[in-house]
């Protein structure tokens, strides 16, 4: 089974192509606000690397947020035309549950920083049970959630620490999401949709 793994979310963009619980090739870069530029061409040169035509992949896993609301339509107009020309399989896999079954800690708290005081966060625990389902909320109401795990594991895309909340930044385990997400049933290429958590702030006042 070979799969194509995509994540335009965040200012990293991560292509890898996995192979049989294997990685036979992978690009992760840090090149925010560039993702239009060189997201399909990582694509190109992960198949490239690999030395595999773009038919011959299986499947396609595709991170659809939340995170950068540019980022994440990237990411998924990628999935979908590969998906639809190849008549490969899509699968859609939330940016937090990804950073959640990449951390092997007894409870995991991924975390994203929405700016202002606004955080998309998520609780789960090792054998990735949702103890909180993924959310959009203040800096208070992470806090609370924080302060009922003493030892969890906050994890980010983006390390940062602003004096009450402190995240490691944490690289995808594609291996595991893989595995995690392989029965997991494929969307059309057509219905995949970013799971923005919120609104774009442009359509924030115009949402009744």
Same mark, same amino acid.
């Given at each position: ?19 049989? *619980? ?5 690009i ?55 998906g639809?020309?190849?008549?490969? &399989? ?37 054998? &990735?049970n949702?103890?909180?389902? &993924? ?5 208070? #109401? ?7 795990? #003493?030892d969890a594991?906050?994890?980010?895309? *983006? *390390?940062?620490?602003?004096? &009450? ?18 029965? *997991?049933? !494929?969307?059309n290429?057509?219905?995949?949709? !970013?799971?923005?958590?919120?609104? !774009? ?8």
């Amino acid at each position: 089974m070979r799969t194509l793994f995509i994540d335009t979310s965040s200012s990293d963009v991560s292509i890898a192509i996995v192979e049989n *619980e294997k990685i036979i090739s992978k690009i992760i870069k840090n090149i925010p606000n560039q993702h239009s530029i060189y997201a399909v061409k990582f694509v190109n040169d992960v198949l490239e690397n690999a030395q595999i035509d773009a038919k011959d992949i299986d499947n396609i896993m595709v991170v659809n947020g939340p995170g950068s609301f540019t980022g994440i339509r990237i990411g998924l107009t990628i999935a979908k035309i590969y998906g639809y020309l190849l008549k490969k &399989d899509i699968i859609t896999v939330s940016s937090l549950r990804a950073m959640a079954l990449s951390s092997d800690a007894k409870i995991v708290i991924p975390v994203i920083d929405a700016h202002h005081d606004n955080y998309y966060y998520g609780v789960y625990d090792m054998f &990735d049970n949702i103890i909180l389902k &993924d959310n959009f909320n203040n800096k208070d #109401e992470l806090l609370k959630q924080i302060s009922k795990y #003493e030892d969890a594991d906050i994890v980010s895309n *983006e *390390e940062f620490d602003n004096g &009450d909340i402190k995240a490691r930044k944490i690289e995808y385990d594609i291996v595991n999401i893989i595995n995690h997400y392989k029965y *997991e049933l !494929p969307s059309n290429p057509h219905f995949i949709v !970013p799971n923005y958590l919120k609104l !774009p702030q442009a359509l924030e006042g115009k949402h009744d």
